[in-house]
């Protein structure tokens, strides 16, 4: 599997194909191309249970404009979205919320 590019979700049960639309229609991996963007969690590795969701994780040195570029993109297409910041030294975390992958 290639955590980069999600197309093996296409491949998978019915939960991992319907992801996949998700992240192809609001355009996460190409709207984040910069970040070194990876997908994880328990959707991608078919243990995911009821409520599962995805993560995406990205790579940023300045998470104040990583930040901002990604809200301006969200608020753009009317997609309400939570950032939440652990910030701890040198290490960020920026969390979005989009959308819940239902059963």
Same mark, same amino acid.
Not at 3 to 19: C, D, I, K, S, V
Not at 60 to 65: I, N, Q, S, T, V
């Given at each position: ?5 999600? $197309?093996?979700?296409?491949? &998978?049960?019915? @939960?991992?194909? +319907?992801? #996949?639309? $998700?992240?192809?229609?609001? &355009?996460?991996? @190409?709207?984040? +191309?910069? #970040? ?68």
């Amino acid at each position: 599997m290639n955590f980069r590019n999600p $197309a093996y979700l296409t491949r &998978g049960n019915a @939960r991992q194909q +319907r992801a #996949y639309r $998700a992240l192809q229609s609001l &355009g996460i991996f @190409r709207i984040l +191309r910069d #970040y070194t963007t990876i997908l994880t969690g328990t959707i991608p590795l078919n243990i995911d249970i009821h409520g599962s969701d995805l993560d995406v994780i990205c790579a940023a040195h300045d998470l104040e404009a990583f930040t901002r570029a990604v809200t301006c993109v969200w608020c753009a297409r009317g997609i309400s979205h939570r950032v939440r910041d652990n910030q701890r030294g040198r290490v960020g975390h920026r969390k979005f919320r989009l959308r819940r992958i239902s059963d």
